[in-house]
């Protein structure tokens, strides 16, 4: 993680506003950063694949997986018309077309709004993260889906983890940008209530279509969450962060430190 104060890192400290220079010298992340970025997505591989082989080929977790099984035949035998409709909608929003497109412009809107790298590799390093991790596992894994009608269909037959729902979760790294740029409450607030509103309501729409069992979509909200985490650490805050103590803040500015 590169937080580095020294004028380089900040255009509105160098007063630099040089296009031809920026892109250079804002990078935010060295070998070192990238060496722990890889350890991270090993351990998270191997915890997820894990669990995902308790699930599907032993007898441990035996009680989850009937009550997943019934769940998901209650979501089933319980559909209605205006509730496939909000399902579609719901699940939509993680896509992978929409996703990508949703975050390759979020990306570059900060890229241009800046001039550094820091806001924008925030979004993609997290999604790009948690991808690997779900291509991987669900590829080891291949839990069947719920034996239940399903409302669309997937070229991938695998059902843990969820990555609708992992993506999903990903949105929620803008709630970090949100906390780098302002201490005002109503707008941190506000950025975590439409987080969670949006994992959750994917999670629902992605067992209620039949595509996931309850612990797929919550190891997707989990997968999400531990992505985006472990990414705002290695990645680090900003120079002109609004830390002020917060989990996002004393992470940033104690990996700032060790880097100084």
């Known amino acids: 993680m590169t937080t ?9 400290e160098s007063g630099a506003g040089d296009d031809e220079s920026w892109w250079a010298t804002t990078w935010p992340l060295e070998k070192a950063d990238w060496l722990r970025l890889v350890v ?8 997820f694949v894990a669990v995902g082989e308790l699930l599907t080929n ?16 209650r979501l089933a035998d319980g559909r209605t018309d205006t509730q496939t409709d909000l399902a579609h909608w719901s ?6 077309p929409v996703k990508i497109g949703a975050s390759v412009i979020i990306a570059g809107f900060f890229l241009w709004k800046f001039r550094r790298w820091h806001e924008a590799v925030m979004i993609g ?11 991987v596992t669900s590829h080891i894994v291949r839990r069947p889906r719920p034996e239940v009608e399903r409302l669309l269909e997937s070229p991938v037959d ?10 999903a979760t990903v949105y929620a790294a803008l709630v970090v940008i949100v906390f780098w740029h302002t201490r005002a409450i109503w707008a941190r607030t506000l ?16 067992a209620y279509q039949g595509m996931h069992f309850l612990s797929d979509v919550i190891a997707g909200m989990v997968l999400g969450v531990i992505s985006i985490v472990i990414c705002a650490r290695i990645l680090g805050s900003p120079p002109d962060a609004a ?12 990996s700032s430190e060790a880097r100084s």
């Open 40 to 47: 991270g997505l090993v351990s998270v591989v191997a915890v």
């Open 158 to 167: 695998a059902s843990f983890p969820s990555g609708h729902v992992a993506a």
């Open 4 to 12: 580095d104060t020294s004028p380089t890192r900040s255009l509105d």
């Open 243 to 254: 830390t002020d103590g917060t989990v996002i803040g004393v992470a940033s500015t104690e």
């Open 91 to 96: 699940a939509f929003i993680a896509n992978t």
């Open 58 to 73: 032993w007898s441990v977790l035996d009680g989850i997986v009937r009550t997943d099984t019934d769940l998901a035949q």
């Open 191 to 206: 950025a975590v209530i439409v987080a969670v509103v949006v994992s959750v309501a994917v999670a629902w729409a992605r």
């Open 125 to 135: 390093l997290p999604l790009i993260f948690e991808a690997i991790v779900y291509i």
